[in-house]
């Protein structure tokens, strides 16, 4: 074969390579424009991302399956978009950078929304809105928020929580502590390692029903959690789908069904 023949044989094959790439670079562009939406029903498969531990919003039974009130709403999710569910468990700080990285379509995991968390994952219109209170043992000395806010004062909380930020203009003389679960925050109450956590008033009642009186809650309430379904920023028909999801959810009394439920009583909202 001649130059002319080697340079055109090269030159036929750079020309297959660059259309090979060339039409890999489109399908990766198709694959992202596609959204989350309509991967999901072709897929038939709903990524959600969630935590363990954390009754009765998320646990794991005896048999080793995942349940809970977050549960059972991804269960639902999936159901109407007839796609089976892929729970991946993740730890409380690994919830939003899941989300940022598209290992999961949605986290289900009691994330409350914060304007701080806002600008870096979206959220759905809420379908629970829970009172939050310090929590501390019945016997304990503290009766108002003004008795936690003392230096002599430490309030534990769980990684990935957002109290970092809210407990310092509620009581700003405590010391905080961080936990890698809420199960471990709690058991540093009993054991009195800390003077108080933070709970919504359902959970602590639902303690209290296993161990009459251990636990008493300081009211008012901190704040009033705002919780909705996750998903990463910029999938704007994925988030339209979701927010329209949950609104029919709550409306069509589905919610207040789970919530009583899992939670014994009272209202989602």
Request: hydrophobic share 45%.
């Amino acid at each position: 074969m001649g130059k002319t023949g080697i340079r055109m044989t090269v030159v036929g094959i750079v020309a297959i390579l660059g259309l090979v790439v060339l039409a890999s670079e489109r399908g990766q562009v198709q694959a992202q424009a596609q959204g989350t939406l309509q991967k999901v029903l072709s897929t038939h498969v709903l990524t959600v991302g969630t935590i363990s531990g954390n009754p009765p919003w998320e646990y794991v039974k005896p048999d080793g399956e995942l349940d809970g009130y977050d549960i059972a709403i991804a269960k639902l999710i999936a159901h109407d978009l007839g796609a089976k569910v892929n729970f991946v468990q993740t730890s409380g700080a690994g919830r939003i950078p899941a989300l940022q990285t598209h290992k999961v379509d949605i986290v289900m995991a009691e994330l409350d929304y914060s304007p701080a968390r806002a600008q870096i994952v979206a959220y759905t219109s809420p379908y629970t809105t829970p009172g939050l209170y310090f929590t501390v043992l019945s016997s304990a000395p503290y009766h108002t928020l003004e008795d936690l806010n003392k230096p002599t004062v430490t309030l534990g909380y769980a990684l990935g929580g957002d109290e970092a930020q809210i407990w310092p203009t509620v009581v700003p003389k405590a010391k905080l502590q961080a936990f890698t679960t809420v199960a471990d925050a709690l058991e540093a109450v009993r054991s009195q390692k800390i003077a108080a956590t933070g709970e919504a008033s359902f959970f602590v009642a639902q303690l209290n029903a296993k161990n009459p009186g251990q636990f008493r809650l300081i009211t008012p309430p901190y704040i009033r959690a705002i919780n909705g379904i996750a998903l990463a920023h910029g999938d704007f028909d994925w988030w339209l789908w979701l927010d329209r999801w949950v609104y029919n959810f709550v409306f069509s009394g589905e919610d207040q069904k789970l919530w009583s439920q899992y939670m014994g009583g009272g209202s989602p909202f």
